[in-house]
């Protein structure tokens, strides 16, 4: 399979109804660059694709047409989009209950790099209220600083 056809199939694997499939075209060490303030690793990528496809059962990544090819690396452009109708929560975060609101994200520079026929790493070019931090801000959703795995509550802290 041709590297750009492994991305499309990643594509329609995290856009299905068990995005967990898509761990067949990710190395055990992954790795998701740019969309959050910390790395996520294959499996915390993995559950943020579940967690929006309950959210957000017609979440679309946009993947663009046009891909250009480095190397080892894949370059193209993504738009996500959906809409709100079931709750979206992510470990760490409060549920958001349904909106009923749909969002179409800005474009936003993507690279897969590849090892062998397997993604390695995605790095994500983000745009202002693009990706998981646009969505949560769309959201609402007041942001935790993000310490291990997806994210984690900041510790409350008393001043003297």
Known sequence: MERV???KALVADLESDDPRQAA??????????GESPQP?????????????????????????????????????????SGTHVQEFSLPGLRPVPPT????????????????????CVIRVEAASGGGLMGLLEWLGVELPVCTHGL???KPEVEYA
């Open 40 to 80: 996520l690793d294959k499996d915390a990528f993995l559950e943020l694709a579940k967690a929006l496809k309950r959210g957000f059962p017609d979440w679309s990544y946009g993947l663009g047409e046009y891909m250009s090819q480095h190397g080892r690396v894949i370059r193209t452009v993504m738009s996500n």
């Open 151 to 153: 994210f984690k509550k």
């Open 100 to 119: 009923g609101f749909s969002i179409a994200q800005p474009p936003e520079a993507m690279e897969f790099e590849f090892r062998g026929s397997r993604i």
């Open 5 to 7: 056809d492994i991305i």
């Open 24 to 33: 067949a075209y990710l190395t055990e060490d992954f790795r998701l660059i």
